[in-house]
């Protein structure tokens, strides 16, 4: 996201990659309006509409007897925020996001190892021994960022007691009543069944509905698997969602095979800069993921970031000051509401998190006055 808003503004970015390719594995993601809205903005709804689902009602159940505790039609919402809800495979997205840069913007098999400053540039050194220079470099390297240890010395993140459990298989393996039990009255929701300390969310991925996503939140207190996700039985998961109601089971009972993951978080970083590096998203400051929200603080991180350096006219040091104080209340409000795993159980107002638009949200200087907005707002939406 950064890279295609700083293309957007002129600049010419290069992002490093330590993947050999960019390919159609992993897992499902939920955008919000204040992160579907940046990227219609880019220009990429008819594209994300193709590929990924806008569900038609939010619908939060209780996990054994299903009794519905909240569900909302999205379309209001969508009304609402002038932007939708949308699901989507992570692969369909990073695909149409890449189509949209400039060829040769993202450079693969490159693993950063080093960050050096050197004649006013910043040289990055990667694990294949070759070197690139830079005028800034963005750390946007996950939560096992290799930036934020440069910048910050070396730390592990906090594995939070809870896993995630993920999968993606064929809608043709629950046979013929797809996903919903009740008839094809919620055809187009995502299913959300909560207990007190565990949930799994259940949804199609993409505009055809040929494949169903779950993904969980589980209590793991044993976990021992580092930092990195595992294969997992299916009677693991079986077991950990046994009472649940017959719908969980019968999704549960078609999917062939899973992924568990450790879901990470990390306290507030002291600095979020130095000199000529900046971090965002999960390298900054990783969450639960219980608000759906992860990826988006990091493309609303990106637009704010990428205003503040067009505002800047070259003084990245002010620019990244100008973005931290900007992002800080914000991401450590959703960080920490993510952490609690109660967003939108029950009947509640998501205005403040999804009316929130990063392209013209006020920036903040650091010491709180509200910045020239229209200033930037005329750099940004140009
Ligand atoms: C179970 C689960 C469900 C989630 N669901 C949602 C959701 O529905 N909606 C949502 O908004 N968020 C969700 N999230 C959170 C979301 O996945 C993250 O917040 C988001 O991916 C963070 O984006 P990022 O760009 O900061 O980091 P990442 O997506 O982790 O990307 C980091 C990139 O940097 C690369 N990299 C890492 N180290 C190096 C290196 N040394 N050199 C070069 N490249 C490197 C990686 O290969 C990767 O491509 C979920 C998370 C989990 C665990």
Not at 126 to 137: C, K, L, P
Not at 215 to 239: A, F, H, Q
Not at 334 to 347: E, F, G, T
Not at 354 to 364: E, F, K, Q, R, S
Request: glycine share 8%.
């Amino acid at each position: 996201m950064a890279a295609l808003l700083l293309e957007r503004l002129g600049y010419s970015p290069t992002i490093y990659e330590q993947a050999p390719q960019l390919a159609r594995i992993g897992a499902g993601i939920n955008l919000y309006p204040n992160t579907t809205r940046i990227l219609w903005w880019l220009g990429l709804e008819k594209k994300l509409r193709a590929v990924g689902l806008a569900p038609e009602t939010w619908l939060s159940r209780e996990w054994d007897t299903g009794r519905v505790y909240f569900s909302q039609p999205q379309l209001e919402w969508e009304k609402a925020y002038g932007a939708p809800h949308m699901i989507l495979h992570r692969g369909d997205l990073q695909a149409i996001m890449s189509e949209n840069l400039h060829p040769n913007t993202i450079q693969f098999n490159k693993c950063l190892a080093g960050l050096d400053e050197t004649d006013g540039l910043q040289r990055l050194t990667f694990q294949d021994g070759t070197t690139a220079d830079a005028d800034i470099v963005i750390g946007a390297d996950g939560v096992n960022s290799v930036v934020r240890d440069i910048l910050l010395g070396p730390e592990p993140p906090i594995y939070t007691g809870f896993v995630a459990y993920r999968a993606i298989f064929p809608t043709k393996l629950l046979g013929d009543r797809g996903l919903a039990s009740d008839g094809c009255k919620f055809w187009s929701d995502d299913r959300h069944w909560a207990h007190e300390d565990r949930h799994m969310i259940i949804y199609y991925l993409t505009s055809a509905r040929d494949e169903v996503y779950i993904v969980t939140g589980s209590p793991d207190p044993n976990w021992t698997g580092g930092l990195l996700p595992v294969e997992v039985e299916m009677s693991e998961i079986k077991t950990c969602y046994e009472g649940f109601h017959d719908e969980v089971q019968r999704v549960i009972d078609a999917c062939p095979k899973a992924t568990k993951w450790p879901l990470l978080t990390r306290n507030p970083l002291p600095l979020w800069s130095r000199g000529r590096v900046v971090l965002l998203g999960d390298a900054c400051h990783p969450m639960k993921p219980h608000m759906g929200q992860g990826a988006g603080m990091a493309m609303e991180d990106a637009a704010v970031l990428a205003r503040c350096i067009a505002a800047a006219g070259g003084d990245y040091a002010g620019a990244f000051e100008l973005y931290r104080a900007s992002r800080i209340e914000r991401v450590n409000r959703v960080q920490k509401l993510s952490n609690i795993n109660i967003w939108l159980r029950y009947p509640s107002d998501p205005t403040w998190c999804w009316g929130y638009d990063a392209l013209t949200a006020p920036l903040m200087s650091a010491s709180g006055v509200v910045a020239d907005v229209r200033a930037f707002k005329e750099t940004a939406m140009a």
